[in-house]
């Protein structure tokens, strides 16, 4: 792999840095963000999506045919690289950008796409992503929501969960089993829910952290037009998987264990302002360096995964290994910042006195989540023993 960015890389990575110093998200402040309701922080990310937007700086992955960027594979990652560096904040409407759209760009019908991709650029409308159930989240496959032909229409009934975002939005990209009596993967369907259609009821559940990112979501026999099937009925495994092709790319482990350490290190430097004791001696300096030691080995994993890409490959096992070893990073740093900064360090966000806008104690109750979200850690050390060990199957 040449480590090295094209002139071409490097102007694209200045105009990026240049355009996000003179445009900060309007009433952002990376130090106050958490204090924030998420209600008020969904406020400040719409408007910067719409600010984004604008500029030309959403969905730069999207071919430009549809309103995207037609970013290189190498220009994402820059533009990940900068909105770490910068310490942006994510747009409201991160489902459609990096799911329903790309989704709806492969498989929608031309009408869809003229109907639905604008919006979701300029996050007019939010989408959400009901695939997840109570008793089908790894095992997708599983899932018991019916869609049954009626008409013009079919009939949606069961339960999601896990929905991001559901409580927002205006779309939802759901996963229906249309033919019961096919093979699991075979008798799947996926469709466009209006979300204001009569007898959907979205719950959302408050999380330890205080956020309620997700929700559950039930639907009372929900007509939806027939318009709104995306490919053929029971086709909606393959446009499952393509989706999910796009959740593993696009599903950014590393900028948060990048954005712990990256703190961390300024408080074993300089200490935290407000800190009621934070002793740093040898043994805390070798940790935190072994932390990002280990970081770099996983970021030079990445870039193995980003080579594949580069080469037109579809990801491979490297993504599972990034995954695991991400998260599973991020807790462990996460845990030992709480031991570290002692009582100060676990103050909620909203309360005062905290330390660094009560990021700690956000991330010490938020970092399982990664090892949740797109596939297990228990997943993926299947995946790897499978598929890179070899070994046999349990
Ligand atoms: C923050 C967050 C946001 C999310 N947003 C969405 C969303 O917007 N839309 C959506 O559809 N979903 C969403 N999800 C759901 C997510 O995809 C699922 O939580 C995930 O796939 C795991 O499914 P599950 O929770 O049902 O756990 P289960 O699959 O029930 O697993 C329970 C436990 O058993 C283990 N396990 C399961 N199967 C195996 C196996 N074969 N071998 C070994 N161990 C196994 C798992 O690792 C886990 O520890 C979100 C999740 C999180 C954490």
Redesign the pocket.
């Known amino acids: 792999m040449d480590f090295a960015y094209t002139p071409h890389e490097e102007t694209f990575r200045q105009e990026l840095r240049t355009w996000l110093a003179a445009n900060p998200p309007a009433g952002y402040d990376p130090e106050t963000f958490l204090y924030l309701d998420q209600e008020a922080r969904f406020v400040i990310q719409l408007s910067w999506q719409k600010q984004l937007y604008r500029a030309g700086w959403v969905g730069i992955h999207w071919p430009k045919a549809y309103g995207g960027r037609g970013a290189t594979v190498m220009e994402q990652t820059i533009y990940r690289q900068e909105m770490v560096r910068a310490r942006m904040p994510e747009v409201a409407n991160f ?1 459609g950008i990096r799911i329903a759209g790309p989704t709806l760009i492969h498989w929608g019908t031309e009408e869809q796409k003229r109907r639905y991709i604008p919006t979701i650029l300029n996050g007019e409308e939010i989408w ?13 496959a599983s899932l018991q929501t019916r869609a049954v032909e009626e008409g013009d229409h079919f009939v949606i009934a069961g339960q ?7 409580q927002y939005a205006r779309y939802c990209l759901l996963l229906a089993r249309t033919d019961p009596t096919a093979p699991k993967h075979k008798g799947i369907s996926c469709f466009i829910v209006d979300m204001q259609t009569p007898g959907i009821t979205v719950r959302p559940l408050r999380q330890i952290n205080g956020d309620t ?2 929700n559950e979501v039930f639907f009372d026999n929900v007509h939806v037009p027939k318009a709104n099937l995306i490919g053929e009925k029971n086709q909606g495994w393959q446009v499952t998987l393509t989706t999910l092709m796009f959740e593993r790319v696009t599903f950014d482990v590393l900028s948060p264990v990048e954005a712990v350490i990256e703190q961390l290190i300024e408080v074993v430097k300089v200490g935290t302002p407000g800190a009621l004791a934070v002793h740093v001696d040898t043994s805390e300096r070798q940790q935190e360096a072994r932390f990002y030691t280990e970081l770099q080995a996983i970021k030079y994993s990445s870039l193995r995964q980003l080579t594949r890409q580069l080469q037109g490959n579809p990801p491979g096992p490297e993504s599972s290994l990034v995954k695991l070893a991400a998260s599973e990073l991020n807790m462990r740093v996460v845990q030992f910042a709480t031991a570290l900064l002692g009582q100060t360090g676990q103050v909620v966000s909203k309360s005062e006195p905290g330390i660094d806008g009560g990021y700690w104690m956000h991330c010490a109750l938020s970092t ?2 990664y090892t ?8 993926q ?2 995946i790897l023993g499978e598929r890179v060990l070899n070994l046999p199957k ?1």
């Open positions: 489902m959400c992503q009901g695939y997840s159930e109570p008793g089908a989240g790894s095992d997708i999601k969960v896990w929905t991001s975002y559901a990112e997700f399982h989540l949740i979200a797109g596939g297990t850690s228990e997943i050390r299947t349990g």
